[in-house]
C-alpha cells in the first residue's frame, strides 16, 4: 500500500555546536554533571548538515557565540511562514540572549523579525502543518503567544496541551510528514488535546513512548525522506511500511540536552 511520495526541496538555518554543552538543566534531560563528547557532537552535527545537503536541501548558517550551549538548536529561535519571522521570546533567562544572534541573522537576511510580548519558543511548540500552525502550551511557549502568533500570521493556530515533561516542546511529541498527515505521541497531550489532534488528523501514525523516548518525534520530513533517530527503530519501520523513506541521523550528544534532528533545524519558508 505504499504511495509515492513528494519530496519538496526546504531551506534549513543552521548553527554549528562549537560552543555546546549542558551546562545548566532546564528540561528532565539535562543534568550538568554530564560529559558532553563535543567531537562526536561536532561530527554528528556535520552529518545532519551533510544528509539535508545529499538530499537536495539548502542550508544557511549562523555563527555560534561563545557562552550560548543550547544554540544550536536552531528551531527555537523563530516560526517562519511565508516570510514573516515570528521571532523568540524564551522562557529560561539562559536563552534569552540567543534571540538577538537569531533577529540579526534574519534582519541581514533582509527580513522584518516580529518581537512576540510573550514566552514562545520558536519552532520547538509552533509546528506549520501547510494549513494551520499546531502551537503547544505547558511547559514553555504561552498560550498568550499563540493568540499573538495567529494575529500575526492570520493563519488559524490550534493550541495543544502538552503534559509529560520529557515532551516539553511540541516538536519533541509531533512531527509534520507531508501537507496531509502527521506523527505524534498521544500521551504527550491533555486528553482534550488528544481528542483535538485525532479529529483533524483520523490517519496520523501513533507512536510509542520508547519511539518518543527515542527522539523519533523530533524528526524532518522533506514529504519523502524522513530523517529520523535510529534509535526509534520501531517508527522508522513503520513509517517505511508507509511508503517514506527513512534518513538515520543519530544525534545522541544532543539528547544529552534534550534536543534532537528538528530542534537543530530551523525551516525558512
Ligand atoms: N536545552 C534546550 C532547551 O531546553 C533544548 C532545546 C531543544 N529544542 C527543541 N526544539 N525541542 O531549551
Redesign the pocket.
Known sequence: MSENRVQRPRRFLVCEPRHFGVQYA??PW?NPDTRVDVDLAQEQWTALISAYRSHGHSIDRLEPVPGLP?MV?A??SAVVVGGRVFGSLFH?PE?RPESTHYDLWFKTAGYEVHRPGSVVEGE?DLVWTGRYLLAGTGFRTSREAHREAQEFFGHPVISLTLVDPYFY?L??ALFVLDEENIVYYPEAFSPGSREVLRRLFPDAVLATRDDAMAWGL?SVSDGRHVFIAPQAETLAARLADQGYEPVPVDLSEFHK???GI??CTQEIR
Do not use: E, L, Q, S
Open positions: 532546564i528540561n539535562m543550547d538548536f528551531a527555537n529560561a536563552r520547538g516542546h516538536d519533541t523530533n540536552a534534550g534536543g528538528k530542534c
